[in-house]
């Protein structure tokens, strides 16, 4: 299921890591009523700017504790303006994170994002459905070793779901997929 957070709430200009907690604490409250499995949707349209700090603190804090304290449930922003976009950006890349940005139809990864990252990040939403780690090595031309922890970094981060599956043969295996 998805849901929608809509920061425009909270102002058109949205400065300072004080202004960010409340929001924040408010998110989690969103965040703890979801379920396993539920998108949790951003929406900064209607927000004009936000700066580094209130990127730092309302996005930073919320996915660094995401898998702990939210397992299950993913988070995506959507309607981010240049500017906004460019704090949020150096904000979750100085916290070594990642997000994906809903543009429309298209999705993209914002943060520190690492060219491996990027490439099996598009491997997936090129497969269209839920795909094996074996299918993308070789379409990626990775070996199983890396393609497995290049998954196993994104799944933990939020941004692939993971899914058990059974191969051709009846083995038991698992599927990612972008959440979005």
Request: charge should be positive; proline fraction near 2%; glycine fraction near 8%.
């Amino acid at each position: 299921m998805e849901r929608t957070f809509a920061l425009r709430t909270f102002g058109p200009q949205l400065w300072t890591r004080e202004k960010a907690r409340p929001i924040r604490s408010r998110l989690g409250d969103v965040l703890d009523t979801a379920r396993t499995g539920d998108v949790l949707v951003i929406d900064a349209a209607g927000v004009d700017v936000f700066d580094f700090s209130f990127a730092a603190e309302f996005f930073g804090k919320t996915l660094s504790t995401l898998g702990v304290e939210y397992p299950g449930r993913f988070v995506i922003v959507e309607g981010l303006t240049e500017c906004a976009r460019e704090n949020l950006h150096q904000a979750l890349g100085r916290l070594n994170l990642l997000m994906i940005e809903r543009q429309g139809d298209r999705l993209k990864l914002l943060g520190k994002v690492h060219p491996a990252d990027e490439a099996t990040f598009a491997g997936i939403l090129e497969a269209g459905e839920a795909v094996s780690a074996v299918a993308l090595s070789r379409k990626l031309d990775v070996n199983l070793t890396a393609m497995n922890e290049r998954l196993s970094k994104l799944n933990s981060l939020g941004i692939v779901r993971r899914e058990k599956s059974s191969s051709a043969s009846g083995r038991e295996q698992y599927v990612y997929k972008v959440m979005a």
